[in-house]
């Protein structure tokens, strides 16, 4: 997705706020995935160039996987739903 592309989707599921919110994933050195592992304020009556300079930076920063409203996300979550919902089922649970 490029960062046009992900901007303009931001924008538009904004339903006309200001402000947007833009999650990510990243993975840590022992390569443990963090689902939120991050997130980027936009603000949609900034200089476009800028915003893109931002989330472009955010991208190269080290794990970096995606962002949470790409394509590569719902690839990503639709393949591992089971694993992360056990994961997550035995965190509300207390158990390892």
Same mark, same amino acid.
Do not use: H
């Given at each position: 997705? +490029?960062?046009?592309? !992900?901007?303009?989707?931001?924008?538009?599921?904004?339903?006309?706020?200001?402000?947007?919110? !833009?999650? #990510?994933?990243?993975?840590?050195?022992?390569?443990?995935?963090?689902?939120?592992?991050?997130? !980027?304020? @936009?603000? #949609?009556?900034?200089?476009?160039?800028? +915003?893109?300079?931002? @989330?472009?930076?955010?991208? +190269? +920063?080290?794990?970096?996987? #995606?962002?949470? @409203?790409?394509?590569?996300?719902?690839? #990503?979550?639709?393949?591992?739903?089971?694993?992360?919902?056990?994961?997550?089922?035995? @965190?509300?649970?207390?158990?390892?």
């Amino acid at each position: 997705m +490029t960062t046009r592309e !992900l901007y303009f989707k931001a924008k538009y599921l904004a339903e006309g706020m200001p402000v947007a919110k !833009l999650y #990510f994933t990243t993975k840590n050195k022992e390569d443990i995935i963090q689902i939120w592992g991050g997130s !980027l304020c @936009i603000n #949609f009556r900034d200089d476009l160039n800028e +915003t893109f300079q931002k @989330i472009e930076s955010m991208e +190269t +920063t080290e794990g970096f996987m #995606f962002w949470n @409203i790409s394509p590569e996300s719902e690839e #990503f979550y639709s393949k591992n739903w089971s694993v992360i919902g056990k994961c997550l089922s035995n @965190i509300v649970l207390n158990r390892r």
